[in-house]
């Protein structure tokens, strides 16, 4: 199983981003996807999260109204548009995958089980 995020870089507070995730060797429909994201010296934490169908998805309230997810079943792809973004986003954000179709997106990092090598994305104020 392989996820590969890209999409990261710099961009000024109040600017978008664009994080895109591919997966492979996974029955890509089947999963729930999540993002998360780490800043330097703080936990993981999850921004987004969506169930296997698109159908439902989850965001915590500090990014709500901002950050969407997405994702293409038949690209095997899960999307990340945030808008607005302020200088406390900046963080390496990792995409992971979570077996089982759960009609909830699943929220914790221990429900994940394939994790993606991260994209930095840095917010200048």
């Known amino acids: 199983v392989q996820l590969q995020a890209f999409g990261g870089g710099l961009v000024q507070a109040g600017g978008s981003l664009r994080l895109s995730c591919a997966a492979s060797?996974?029955?890509?429909?089947?999963?729930?996807m999540g993002w998360f994201r780490q800043a330097p010296g703080k936990e993981r934490e999850i921004v987004a999260a969506?169930?296997?169908?698109?159908?439902?998805?989850y965001y915590p309230t500090f990014v709500k109204g901002r950050f969407t997810i997405s994702r293409d079943n038949a690209k095997n792809t899960v999307y990340l548009q945030m808008n607005s973004l302020k200088s406390e986003d900046t963080a390496v954000y990792y995409c992971?995958?979570?077996?089982?179709?759960?009609?909830?997106?699943?929220?914790?990092?221990?429900?994940?089980?394939?994790w993606g090598q991260g994209t930095l994305v840095t917010v200048s104020s």
């Open positions: 060797g996974l029955s890509f429909s089947s999963v729930g």
């Open positions: 969506i169930n296997w169908s698109g159908g439902n998805t």
């Open positions: 992971a995958a979570a077996l089982g179709l759960y009609l909830a997106p699943l929220r914790a990092y221990s429900d994940y089980r394939y």
